[in-house]
């Protein structure tokens, strides 16, 4: 099956930091430019990351630059998102979507910085 | 960076109805632009690329267009499963931006 499921949510203290993981199978992950989406809630999607097949290129929103990073495995079809020194407003679920256009998004892991 | 408006914020309507939604982007994207359906809980849906071509699966009365800054999706003869929020992206260059929504409710 075709799928991205991630991982690695919870609550941690504002300054902490969190690694989320996305795990994909049934598609040929090592040829797909792959992304970090999040959604805080009630309110709109908002990318975060992405990273180019090979690595190569890595973007980054402004809102988290110097405190995200993102990174995969292709050889474990595996994304990765670094997250330090979290702030309350990072809150969200975070997606990992696949492609150019985002054409396939996991289930979401939520993340809740809260003292 | 590449702000995304969508109009309207929300929009009533009924089954049948053929609706339009319009995101407006800030500076040229050519035919970067995608939508996306998402549900309540539930991930977002890939329904168009690329302005106007149709996601393998999603149902043929959506349909996209728009050119340059000006993009538009229209749902001919909505259905109840249709009733969702949906969002436009540019794609066009890095930081990647998304519109604000626009939610279409029962009325």
């Known amino acids: 099956e075709v799928q991205l499921v991630e991982s690695g949510g919870g609550l941690v203290k504002p300054g902490g930091s969190l690694r989320l993981s996305c795990a994909a199978s049934?598609?040929?992950?090592?040829?797909?430019?792959m992304s970090w989406v999040r959604q805080a809630p009630g309110k709109g999607l908002e990318w975060v990351s992405s990273?180019?097949?090979?690595?190569?290129?890595?973007h980054q929103a402004d809102s988290v630059k110097d405190r995200f990073t993102i990174s995969r495995d292709n050889a474990k079809n595996a994304l990765y998102l670094q997250m330090n020194s979290l702030r309350a407003e990072d809150t969200a679920v975070y997606y990992c979507?696949?492609?150019?256009?985002?054409?396939?998004w996991g289930q979401g892991t939520l993340v809740t910085v809260s003292s | 960076d590449i702000q995304m408006t969508q109009s309207p914020s929300s929009l009533s309507a009924s089954v049948g109805d053929r609706v339009t939604l319009t995101c407006q982007a800030s500076?040229?994207?050519?035919?970067?632009l995608n939508w996306y359906q998402q549900k309540p809980g539930k991930a977002p849906r890939l329904l168009i690329y690329?302005?106007?071509d149709l996601e393998a699966g999603v149902p043929s009365r959506f349909s996209g267009s728009g050119s340059g800054t000006h993009f538009t999706l229209t749902i001919s003869g909505l259905q109840p499963e249709d009733f969702a929020t949906y969002y436009c992206?540019?794609?066009?260059?890095?930081?990647?931006?998304f519109g604000q929504g626009t939610k279409l409710e029962i009325k």
């Open positions: 979507t696949r492609g150019d256009y985002d054409d396939l």
């Open positions: 049934g598609f040929k992950f090592s040829t797909y430019r």
């Open positions: 990273i180019s097949s090979g690595s190569y290129h890595i």
């Open positions: 500076q040229y994207i050519s035919n970067y």
């Open positions: 690329a302005v106007s």
């Open positions: 992206q540019q794609s066009e260059i890095f930081p990647r931006s």
